[in-house]
T-cell receptor
Framework: GAVVSQHPSWVICKSGTSVKIECRSLDFQATTMFWYRQFPKQSLMLMATSNEGSKATYEQGVEKDKFLINHASLTLSTLTVTSAHPEDSSFYIC????????????????FGPGTRLTVL | GENVEQHPSTLSVQEGDSAVIKCTYSDSASNYFPWYKQELGKRPQLIIDIRSNVGEKKDQRIAVTLNKTAKHFSLHITETQPEDSAVYFCAAGRGSTLGRLYFGRGTQLTVWP
């Protein structure tokens, strides 16, 4: 259990276009989903936290109008990179949070396989 | 916000030896510390985690220790095997901020046969 999928796995687009990435929890309902960005050989940088039915919470320095997040259901969150530019090229990876039953409050995060975005 | 430091950035060991990766964190309110393994081109996989109500946790060849007073935690891998080669990330988080995790910069572990 705890499988997270992402679609597409890779995408190449022209500068100025918008790209939508989907993140799905396949066998559980995710209380929260997270979006990360990972540059080659670097760490995962948290971009935003997504909760079903409410606005996403963005980390400092992340443009909310640039990276639109929609959490339509307990199993689907989407990230849209609007007016993409070459500097937006990166590996985007989502995670879904599953309640572990711990009283400590922080749920276990399971990662999707990631989406490689290349903007020409 | 939380700041997680991870050392070393690269680690090479001989098969059968032990490997230790260390992390420190800045937010004393953090109470959850997972470790992820990421092989090249693949997703991060949770390998072990520890919560602040315990000081040590072990799962076969993998163990994690936590020192809340000093705000540091470590991953210990014993009897390393070539298939342990990967990038390992530590992370820290707290439930009061919707479970957000902040990651260290990663350690590239190479196990030589």
């Amino acid at each position: 259990g705890a499988v997270v999928s992402q679609h597409p796995s890779w995408v190449i687009c022209k500068s100025g276009t918008s790209v939508k990435i989907e993140c799905r929890s396949l066998d559980f309902q995710a209380t929260t989903m997270f979006w990360y960005r990972q540059f080659p050989k670097q760490s995962l940088m948290l971009m935003a936290t997504s909760n079903e039915g409410s606005k996403a919470t963005y980390e400092q320095g992340v443009e909310k109008d640039k990276f639109l997040i929609n959490h339509a259901s307990l199993t689907l969150s989407t990230l849209t990179v609007t007016s993409a530019h070459p500097e937006d090229s990166s590996f985007y990876i989502c995670s879904a949070s599953r309640t572990s039953g711990s009283i400590m409050g922080t749920d276990t995060q399971y990662f999707g396989p990631g989406t490689r975005l290349t903007v020409l | 916000g939380e700041n997680v430091e991870q050392h070393p950035s690269t680690l090479s060991v001989q098969e059968g030896d032990s490997a230790v990766i260390k992390c420190t964190y800045s937010d004393s309110a953090s109470n959850y510390f997972p470790w992820y393994k990421q092989e090249l081109g693949k997703r991060p996989q949770l390998i072990i985690d520890i919560r602040s109500n315990v000081g040590e946790k072990k799962d076969q060849r993998i163990a994690v220790t936590l020192n809340k007073t000093a705000k540091h935690f470590s991953l210990h891998i014993t009897e390393t095997q070539p298939e342990d080669s990967a990038v390992y990330f530590c992370a820290a988080g707290r439930g009061s901020t919707l479970g957000r995790l902040y990651f260290g910069r990663g350690t590239q572990l190479t196990v030589w046969p």
